[in-house]
């Protein structure tokens, strides 16, 4: 991409959008386009083929997308697949019609398989069967990389797809029911310290091990490939490091400083029992993580702090 490229990224107010253009910025990258969802409907095919014909971006970031943790992936599968396919294949539809020189589409770790070799290797695609927990929202995501693959394949795009294992940092989500892991257990053990709560009660027993990454790690590695990766298969975005949901948990409670008891409902879902993906791939291009998670962690509770709405999303 030249600094003067027009680059359009879509889902720009979301945690990933955020970061891709603070990191274009930083970067110098200066003719960045963005619109809200008021503005533009990506679910729409034909308000997203007008943008498209009218703006004419040469570059395409795709993060825009419907994401929630456990519960609400287990309790509305249709809507997440349905508001997530819909908008992945207008918008990449839409560039490859109107010329758009590169897109870059964000999946997520959960479209490998549910008891995929660990750490995951990019080759572990479709080799067995999903976690049933977000199985929609991974088809959907596997439907984006695969359409991606195909316009390579049949019409010579240079269309790329990384896959991001759990993300973290400014601008998450901290709803109660609607948020992952992390954001969440910032919020809950914020409150419970607020509150001076002598527990705090967790899902599952802790067990499920968890690979975590600094959003803005994850724009750094976004830039770095649409200017030095072109190929079908897709790229994953981690850091080779994880930890137990239990360590997890008192990292967390450390952080924030809550001092009390942490309990385990086993009645819960633990969901995918292990999730860390082999990041050779990424290393092998020249890229690597830079920030730890203890450090990250701090960065995202002063950031929650200091923007309490997003306690309200």
């Not at 990384?162 to 948020?179: C, E």
Request: net charge negative.
């Amino acid at each position: 991409m030249d600094k003067i490229s027009k680059i359009y990224v879509a889902g720009h107010r979301g945690m990933v959008g955020s970061a891709i253009i603070r990191e274009l910025k930083k970067q110098g990258y200066e003719n960045i386009i963005t619109r809200t969802h008021a503005e533009l409907d990506l679910t729409d095919q034909r308000a997203v083929n007008e943008f498209f014909a009218t703006e004419r971006p040469e570059y395409v970031f795709l993060a825009a997308a419907k994401v929630g943790g456990i519960e609400a992936n287990d309790k509305a599968p249709a809507d997440f697949m349905y508001h997530n396919m819909m908008l992945e294949m207008n918008v990449i539809n839409a560039a490859w019609r109107n010329g758009c020189k590169k897109l870059e589409f964000l999946g997520s770790s959960c479209i490998y398989p549910r008891l995929a070799p660990q750490p995951m290797p990019e080759s572990c695609l479709l080799t067995s069967s999903l976690e049933k927990t977000n199985e929609a929202y991974a088809l959907a995501k596997i439907s984006g990389l695969k359409y991606c693959e195909y316009l390579n394949r049949q019409y010579g795009t240079d269309y790329i797809s990384v896959m991001p294992t759990n993300l973290y940092g400014p601008n998450d989500n901290y709803h109660p029911t609607h948020s992952h892991v992390l954001p969440a257990l910032i919020r809950r053990f914020h409150e419970a310290k607020e509150a001076g709560a002598e527990s705090v009660t967790c899902w599952g027993d802790g067990s499920a091990l968890r690979e975590f990454l600094y959003v803005d790690d994850l724009a750094n590695l976004c830039v770095f490939l649409m200017n030095n990766y072109s190929g079908n298969e897709t790229v994953n975005a981690g850091t080779g490091k994880e930890l137990s949901i239990r360590e997890l948990t008192e990292l967390v409670a450390e952080v924030i400083g809550y001092n009390g008891k942490i309990e385990w409902d086993t009645t819960k879902p633990n969901g995918t029992p292990r999730k860390l993906l082999d990041v050779s791939k990424a290393s092998a291009l020249g890229w690597t993580y830079s920030t730890e998670l203890r450090e990250g962690i701090a960065l995202a509770y002063e950031d929650f702090l200091n923007n309490p709405m997003r306690a309200e999303r």
